[in-house]
């Protein structure tokens, strides 16, 4: 059975840092798409980075140049790096992965908690 699960999360203030970790167990995480997303309190749950299995990488417009998605192999892992962090960055974050075509599935971890203060 496949299992994410995601850390990192905190509290930090305006400005500062954090980086996330998203740990697979039950498969390898170099044969997934690997995604981050995010959900604010009353609102939709927004993806805000992603890394394909060649390690193309895709931002959102409210992210780019701030935070930075990678992945390690062999540790089984995927991080998010952010930097220069905002009020409204403040969310849960989550971890996906995912497959297409022939071997379609997709994955969950249980979230993270990210509060930004000003």
């Known amino acids: 059975q496949v299992q994410l699960v995601e850390s990192g999360g905190g509290l930090v203030q305006s400005g500062g840092s954090l980086r996330l970790s998203c740990v697979v167990s039950?498969?390898?995480?170099?044969?997934?798409?690997m995604d981050w997303y995010r959900q604010a309190p009353g609102k939709q749950r927004e993806l805000v980075a992603s890394?394909?299995?060649?390690?193309?990488?895709t931002y959102a417009d409210s992210v780019k140049g701030r935070f930075t998605i990678s992945r390690d192999n062999a540790k089984n892992a995927v991080y998010l790096q952010m930097n220069s962090l905002k009020p409204e960055d403040t969310a849960v974050y989550y971890c996906?992965?995912?497959?297409?075509?022939?071997?379609?599935?997709?994955?969950w971890g249980q979230g993270t908690q990210v509060t930004v203060s000003s």
């Open positions: 996906k992965a995912y497959r297409t075509g022939v071997y379609e599935d997709e994955y």
């Open positions: 039950g498969s390898v995480v170099s044969i997934f798409v």
């Open positions: 890394i394909t299995s060649r390690g193309t990488t």
